[in-house]
């Protein structure tokens, strides 16, 4: 029997990620971290200082460039033309520059594409801004997961604190309004809840409340 796609999409710093490795690792599905391929393109644009909102040099970059994410014991690993970039892809600079490269309709089509054939097979968790709408808009699960910014910019702040990172958390909230309002307002597949989703607010929950939450509801749709 073929197994189930699980979509999960959501604002920045909801919790996706962790979220979604969690109900993956338990499933025994393999989970794609979406956000981190447009991240490695966008490192890679920077770098060759690519205009970040030239749509088709940016599609002629991603065609020559190879995104590989890899199951690591901690984290998923994020290769970049066979070079780990998993810590890089996480920076300041990528982080608050990725909405821009996201937006452009070249760029988007190309990683639907990929990230659709990685699906081909059932058996994965996959989250991002669009999954449930664009990438598998047939999957079995669906999940919107919303947390206030407050919730979002405060769980932000103690991950950087707890890195020994210094951090502000009037900049990380902004920082994060600021990308939400860009993700949402864009053209092109914008961040917005499917019809058919199960919307969870994590503001008050726990991370094991929303993976047995979520786990709840793909034993339903199993
Ligand atoms: O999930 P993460 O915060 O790493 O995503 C980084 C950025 O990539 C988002 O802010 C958004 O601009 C873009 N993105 C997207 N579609 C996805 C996943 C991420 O546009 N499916």
Redesign the pocket.
């Known amino acids: 029997k073929k197994r189930i796609n699980i979509a999960i999409d959501g604002p ?1 710093g909801a919790g ?2 962790t979220v979604a490795r969690q109900v993956a690792d338990y499933l025994s599905f393999l989970y794609i ?4 391929m ?2 490695a393109l966008t490192y890679k644009a920077i770098e060759r200082e690519i205009d970040l909102e030239n749509g088709p040099l940016l599609k002629e970059l991603l065609n020559e460039t190879i995104i590989d994410l890899k199951v690591g014991e901690e984290e998923q690993h994020v290769f970049l033309d066979n070079k780990d970039v998993t810590t890089d892809i996480r920076s300041y600079n990528v982080t608050n520059n ?2 821009f490269v ?1 937006r452009q309709s070249e760029v ?1 089509e190309e990683m639907v594409k990929r990230q659709k054939v990685l699906a081909d097979k059932g058996g994965v968790v996959m ?5 449930g709408t664009h ?1 598998l808009p047939n999957s079995e699960l669906k999940v919107f997961l919303i947390a206030s910014v407050e919730e979002r910019a405060s769980r932000r702040y103690k991950e950087l604190i707890d890195k020994g990172i210094e951090a502000d958390y009037n900049t990380i909230k902004d920082e994060i309004a600021l ?1 939400d309002k ?2 949402t307002e864009r053209e092109v ?1 914008p961040l917005v809840k499917a019809d058919d989703a199960s919307e969870i607010d994590t503001t008050s929950m726990t991370i094991s409340e929303v993976v047995d939450c979520i786990l709840q509801l793909a034993k339903e749709r199993s």
């Open positions: 920045a996706k990620s971290d979406t956000g981190a447009y991240r990725v909405s996201a988007r989250d991002g801004r669009d999954i990438v990308r860009r993700d597949a």
